[in-house]
């Protein structure tokens, strides 16, 4: 089955401690991105990256960051230093910059 | 700065009732458009998609859009929604030759009553 997996769910922390989460694609896709999802503020970009090794802050990338070490993986840390991280985070891959992006099914953090 | 702007922040309908969805966007050159779907406890999925070409789209489940250039517009239809279609709409901008980023609107709360 082709697709994006995001892992875990569900995930709670308390507030100082980073958090990492978790985006593998087995759809050989290039560019991958990372999104927050706010209610009635649609979605935000935090970081994007079109090739491994590679990768570049979206509009809200401050008290995040990223790698990617492997073209499959993308995981994103929230850091102490994000202000507001309670959100709902959705990974998307693309093979076609400008294309359709396909979206796993998403984490949503509370950080109590 | 592009921008996407949804009109309607939550829309009632009853079943077998029309559906209009506005969208406009601000960017002068040209740009790819979508239409999202986020179904409760779902992934987002496309609903449909315009590149070039008729202007008038038809995506899945008896959806379509129109591009309107002139307007910066690409609103979604369906003439006869139903208690599925309840579901979270977001409209989503490409300028083409940029980094491929999509700009998203803020969506759309359909909520369709049986």
């Known amino acids: 089955d082709g697709g994006i997996t995001q892992s875990p769910k569900y995930l709670f922390r308390k507030e100082g401690q980073n958090v990492t989460l978790s985006c593998e694609q087995n759809l050989n896709h290039d560019a991958m991105y990372w999104y927050r999802q706010d209610p009635g503020q649609g979605l935000r ?43 709902f985070y959705l990974c998307a891959s693309t093979s076609d910059r400008g294309g359709e992006q396909y979206f796993g099914p998403g984490t949503r953090l509370t950080v109590t | 700065a592009q921008s996407v702007s949804q009109h309607n922040h939550h829309v009632i309908l009853s079943e077998a009732a029309s559906l209009e969805l506005g969208c406009n966007y601000s960017y002068g050159g040209t740009v790819n458009l979508f239409w999202y779907v ?29 591009f309107i250039k002139s ?35 803020k969506g759309t709360k359909l909520s369709v009553k049986p």
């Open chain 1, 45 to 87: 970009l935090i970081y994007y990256s079109q090739i491994v090794n590679d990768f570049q802050k979206g509009d809200i990338a401050e008290g995040y960051s990223v790698s990617r070490e492997k073209k499959e993986s993308f995981p994103l840390t929230v850091t102490s230093a994000q202000k507001n991280p309670t959100a």
């Open chain 2, 38 to 66: 986020q179904y409760p406890g779902q992934h987002l999925q496309l609903l449909l998609k315009y590149f070039s070409g008729d202007p008038l789209v038809k995506g899945i489940k008896g959806f379509e859009a129109e």
């Open chain 2, 71 to 105: 307007k910066f517009s690409f609103n979604l239809r369906k003439p006869s929604v139903q208690w599925s279609d309840t579901a979270e709409y977001f409209c989503a901008v490409n300028a083409r030759g940029s980094q491929g980023n999509l700009i998203f609107g």
